[in-house]
């Protein structure tokens, strides 16, 4: 039982370039998460997916596309990387209902030069 | 609106010495309040979690909570600091969003060093 993973732990990106982040759990839970992490702001939340086919806007969603694929994986796209998108990435899960614990996956590190 | 106030953006203890760790929350309604660890370059882990069952929470590894409705405050606590406490700590409190989910609202964290 691996929770929640993500992929990769690492990258660099020049700017203008894009890339995916993928998240995977597999808890079977409904929710899932994007966040990210910058120093002195605690997490901020970028996209969010209620339930598999559903996906909204957290916070600060600009600059970011998601895929809720199926109910185990959902993606966060950046199509064209900026500086201001270095930060480190964090992918939770939930299981959905009255339950509001989520469970975040070990982050992916992004820098973009 | 629902918010996190991390009183402490750094705290340093003796190992060995009490810890504390204030958090401050602000909500419409009964809340439910977490507070999560994050050791460096890994992923964040939950410590404890309120859910109105009982105002003093126990979680892992020593830590506890007290949720004081009357000061809007959920402060972490352990009794004595070990080496491998130090790390990055999270208060965080959990919002309904229509539809039935929800979302968690971080507090900028309080960074804590423990010296030998």
């Known amino acids: 039982n691996a929770g929640v993973t993500q992929t990769p732990k690492f990258q660099v990106l020049k700017t203008g370039q894009s890339m995916t982040l993928q998240c995977a759990q597999d808890?079977?839970?409904?929710?899932m998460y994007w966040y990210r992490q910058d120093p002195g702001m605690g997490l901020r939340l970028i996209y969010y997916?209620?339930?598999?086919?559903?996906?909204d806007k957290g916070e600060v969603p600009n600059g970011y596309n998601v895929s809720r694929l199926n109910k185990r994986e959902f993606s966060l796209r950046l199509e064209s990387a900026a500086p201001s998108q270095t930060s480190v990435y964090f992918c939770?899960?939930?299981?959905?209902?009255?339950?509001?614990?989520?469970?975040f996956g070990p982050g992916t590190r992004l820098t973009v030069l | 609106a629902q918010s996190v106030t991390q009183l402490d953006s750094h705290v340093s203890v003796s190992e060995g010495t009490p810890v504390l760790l204030r958090c401050n929350y602000s909500s419409s309604y009964s809340p439910s309040l977490f507070w999560y660890v994050q050791h460096p370059n890994k992923g964040l882990q939950l410590l404890l979690k309120?859910?109105?069952?009982?105002?003093l929470v126990k979680g892992i590894n020593g830590f506890e909570a007290e949720f004081k409705k009357s000061e809007t405050s959920f402060h972490l606590t352990k009794p004595s600091a070990h080496m491998s406490d130090a790390a990055e700590y999270f208060c965080?409190?959990?919002?309904?969003?229509?539809?039935?989910?929800?979302?968690?609202?971080f507090g900028a964290g309080t960074r804590l060093a423990v010296h030998p």
């Open positions: 997916s209620a339930s598999e086919g559903t996906t």
């Open positions: 309120y859910t109105s069952a009982a105002t």
């Open positions: 939770a899960s939930r299981r959905g209902g009255s339950t509001d614990t989520q469970y």
């Open positions: 965080v409190v959990s919002v309904g969003v229509s539809g039935g989910y929800n979302k968690l609202i």
């Open positions: 808890m079977n839970h409904n929710s």
